[in-house]
DNA sequence: GAGTTTGAAACT
DNA sequence: CAGTTTCAAACTC
């Protein structure tokens, strides 16, 4: 048992450095300072790292490895007056620290959220109790951690300086044992592919425990379960009995149910997502498979009765929180209840509220649009160039017959410019390699042309789709009108389709949120049978109804909007 | 706060 | 590798 003490591994080669390290604390029972030890292997090599609020944070031994050439080896670190901040995160010494991938470090979430107070903030990090291990052994938290133990309530506790000898002993027969002991249990598989990922949560990576769970009778809902401790499902790894920590189970969902259904928040955090989600997420629309499930449950009565009825978007929340570094999550505040349900608010994923709405196809449809317009407004201004350049020829064999290279003069913006613009956006309309001698932009020269010319804007009417454009383009429109009110109205009307889509947009995300208001707090009664994916209640009718759904073609409150018709001629 | 339960870690 | 023991956290009362 206690052969780290017998002198059964290899002596340590700087206990003298170590031991300038030990001078730091003039507590000598309960270290101020956490430290990590980035020996990488090479025992004594002891590296300090002042974390200022950063105290419960563990750090990527491969990350930390590139500071060690900035940082002194032997470095000593002054106590900080504010030792509870001042935190010297000690790393383990690593064996062959390149095999594994780079990992998140998750801690236990016993020690993620004991570091922060119900307000958020830092407060001392968890405190271990070991009585019999001496700290000395996985079994203690703080020595699992990689930290000393620093007000703990512990007995005969070796893990401090003073005690650096034994403690070094003591991790080198850990590692002797578990190489990766104190690497992050919780790693993002690396496994799978993306679709893979997307299908169980949202498109994130998936953390699982690497080693797995082997519970027997909590049913890895309890925080004796180092996968539910870690907010996160139990994989392929685990070898748990009677396992309810799998995506969909209802257990599983009524631990979390109490907590979403009082946090909106989490839907205005992940707001910005949205954003970037909302297109791509609509393939999130098929429920996400539960990989997680054993085979024993898959035919268990327990098993999911409704297959809407899921709360793996919450999973994946606090997968998410798991990931961050505790840190980092120093600024959610966290509630911690003997319940599951609340674990601290887990960072959420969010599935946009546009997620029904913009489908691939209404993407495709608007692109289709502006190629449409793009054609047109090509071929209105191939036809106005060969038109502009017959006048010049003509003008030119009339002025001045014996001049070399024709050009167009420029007389006014109306004319001149926009010549500069129709070669310029002509081969770019092409697809052909953009004219260099191009001086303005199109949208410049629109505005340009907005500000000159404010007739189309009230008086012209302007065609109401793009038959009429089209009949305006074919039918040569009388030189000095063309040329100067087409081009601009063109660009007009693609602005103003698009600011209406994106007007609609929002009309429709906020109504969709507004409704998804309503279902958390529906929730609340005890309706779960219909949330979504996305925690829009299904019994609500969705938001966008099919006429309603954002179609670039067709939006009931643009009446004045030109109909659009996609290039094949529908 | 004491006692019990639980599962990881340690050990055989 | 499997079974057993030890241990400390989680949980219950």
Redesign the pocket.
């Known amino acids: ?4 003490e017998e002198g059964h591994f290899p002596p340590k080669k700087a206990e003298s450095e170590l031991a300038s390290v030990q001078v730091e604390t003039d507590n000598p029972a309960k270290k101020l300072a956490r430290q990590l030890d980035f020996t990488g292997g090479v025992p004594g090599q002891a590296l300090t790292v002042s974390l200022q609020e950063h105290a419960n944070q563990i750090i990527q031994p491969e990350v930390i490895k590139s500071s060690q050439l900035t940082v002194s080896m032997k470095s000593t670190q002054v106590i900080s007056p504010q030792p509870q901040l001042q935190q010297h995160i000690l790393l383990m010494p690593m064996q062959q620290a390149p095999v594994l991938p780079p990992q998140p470090l998750i801690r ?4 993620q959220s ?1 570091s922060e107070a119900k307000d958020g903030t830092p407060k001392k990090p ?10 000395l ?6 020595f ?1 951690s990689g930290i000393f133990c620093d007000g ?4 005969n506790c070796h893990n401090n300086v003073e005690n650096e000898a034994s403690r070094e002993e ?1 991790v080198e ?2 590692l002797e ?2 190489p990766n ?1 104190f690497r992050p ?1 919780i790693a993002s598989s690396p496994h799978g592919t993306r679709e893979e990922r997307e299908e169980a949560g949202d498109g994130l990576v998936l953390p699982k ?1 690497n ?19 870690a907010n996160i499902l139990c994989s392929e790894n ?1 070898r ?2 009677d396992c309810k920590n799998f995506e969909g189970n209802e257990e599983r969902q009524a631990h979390f149910h109490g907590y979403h259904a009082n946090n909106m928040a989490y839907l205005q955090q992940t707001a910005n997502v949205a954003i970037t989600d909302a297109i791509g997420s609509s393939g999130y629309g098929s429920p996400p498979v539960n990989k997680n499930r054993k085979p024993q449950e898959l035919f268990s009565g327990s098993m999911i009765k409704d297959p809407v009825h899921r709360l793996g978007q919450f999973q994946q929340e606090n997968q998410i929180k798991a990931s961050v570094p505790p840190s980092l999550l120093s600024s959610i505040p966290s509630t911690r209840v ?3 349900a609340a674990l601290g608010p887990p960072k959420p994923t969010y599935r946009s509220l546009l997620a029904d709405i913009i489908q691939n196809h209404d993407i495709k449809e608007l692109c289709s649009v502006l190629i449409v317009y793009a054609q047109e407004a090509a071929k209105i201004l191939s036809d106005e160039k060969d038109a502009s350049l017959k006048q010049a020829k003509h003008h030119r064999k009339a002025s001045y017959p014996s001049s070399g290279v024709g050009k167009v003069v420029p007389d006014d913006c109306s004319t001149g410019i926009q010549a500069e613009s129709i070669r310029g956006d002509e081969s770019r309309l092409d697809g052909a390699d953009v004219s260099a001698e191009r001086p303005i932009s199109p949208g410049t020269l629109a505005l340009m042309c907005d500000e000159q010319d404010t007739t189309f804007t009230a008086a012209a009417a302007p065609p109401n789709d793009l038959t009429s454009l089209s009949n305006n383009t074919s039918s040569q429109p009388p030189h000095g009108q063309g040329r100067a009110e087409i081009y601009p109205e063109l660009e007009r009307i693609v602005l103003a389709q698009t600011r209406d889509c994106l007007k609609k947009l929002i009309t429709l995300g906020e109504i969709k949120e507004k409704k998804c208001s309503l279902m958390v707090r529906d929730t609340d009664s005890g309706r779960q049978n219909n949330v979504s994916s996305n925690g829009v209640v299904n019994t609500v009718p969705p938001p966008p109804p099919p006429q309603q759904k954002v179609d670039s073609g067709t939006t009931a409150a643009n009446t004045t909007r030109p109909k659009v018709h996609p290039p094949d001629g529908k």
């Open positions: 048992m206690e052969k780290i236990p979430l016993s020690m004991s968890k405190q271990c109790n070991c009585k019999h291990s001496r700290c052994k996985l079994y203690c938290e703080c699992a703990c309530n512990c007995a003591a027969a850990t044992r578990n002991a249990k425990h080693k797995g769970c082997h519970c027997k009778k909590s049913g890895c809902l309890k925080k004796y379960c180092e996968c539910f401790q685990c748990c009995m003997s319940n599951a």
